[in-house]
T-cell receptor, first 114, second 110 residues
């Protein structure tokens, strides 16, 4: 079975706090791709990152960083020094076919208070 | 830079009515998808297409039909709308590397 679990339904933090969004995935495939998308209140889906299963290097992009650990089947997302504009729903997703066909987690709603 | 365009953006239907949602992409992508988004459930795949003239069922296909007569268009049809189909619908296209999403269609069935 292929599945993505985002156990945190809602997270609330105060601006400038660091926050980590958890993502756990299940697949028997050895080649797969993991994604994070952001959905701001306006509703569109914004691509954040794509990571393939052979690349376990952590990635940092500005205030965003991603920790991929195959041993625990996790692909966690950390926002450092959060800002109000980070308030959104964040989705983790899995692609085992490399066609863009995605299996989504339930999403985590992040609220950053000023 | 249109990307993926969905029409319409909002719609209210009465139970039993039919409608078609249109998705158009200008990136020459082979793969196209229809998802629905419901609170607490993420996005779930309804139907998808791996090329012009092909369609396949996703996770939640019941009550929907699709067609892909032209490579750039992917149509999602509801033959007899039900309140359970109230949702936000997203279309996406992909060349394989990543999916590009439309802005979404908010559909309410009353």
């Amino acid at each position: 079975a292929q599945k993505v679990t985002q156990a945190q339904t809602e997270i609330s933090v105060v601006e400038k706090e660091d926050v980590t969004l958890d993502c756990v995935y299940e697949t028997r495939d050895t080649t797969y791709y993991l994604f994070w998308y952001k959905q701001p209140p306006s509703g569109e889906l914004v691509f954040l990152i794509r990571r393939n299963s052979f690349d376990e290097q952590n990635e940092i992009s500005g205030r965003y960083s991603w920790n991929f650990q195959k041993s625990t089947s996790s692909f966690n997302f950390t926002i450092t020094a959060s800002q109000v504009v980070d308030s959104a729903v964040y989705f983790c997703a899995l692609d085992t076919s490399n066609t863009g066909k995605l299996i989504f987690g339930q999403g985590t709603t992040l609220q950053v208070k000023p | 830079n249109a990307g993926v365009t969905q029409t319409p953006k909002f719609r209210v239907l009465k139970t039993g009515q039919s409608m078609t949602l249109l998705c158009a992409q200008d990136m020459n992508h082979e793969y196209m998808y229809w998802y629905r988004q419901d609170p607490g459930m993420g996005l779930r795949l309804i139907h998808y297409s791996v090329g012009e003239g092909t369609t396949a069922k996703g996770e939640v296909p019941d009550g929907y039909n699709v067609s892909r007569l032209k490579k750039q268009n992917f149509l999602l049809g509801l033959e007899s709308a039900a309140p359970s189909q109230t949702s936000v619908y997203f279309c996406a296209s992909s060349s394989g590397m990543r999916a590009f999403f439309g802005q979404g269609t908010r559909l309410t069935v009353v």
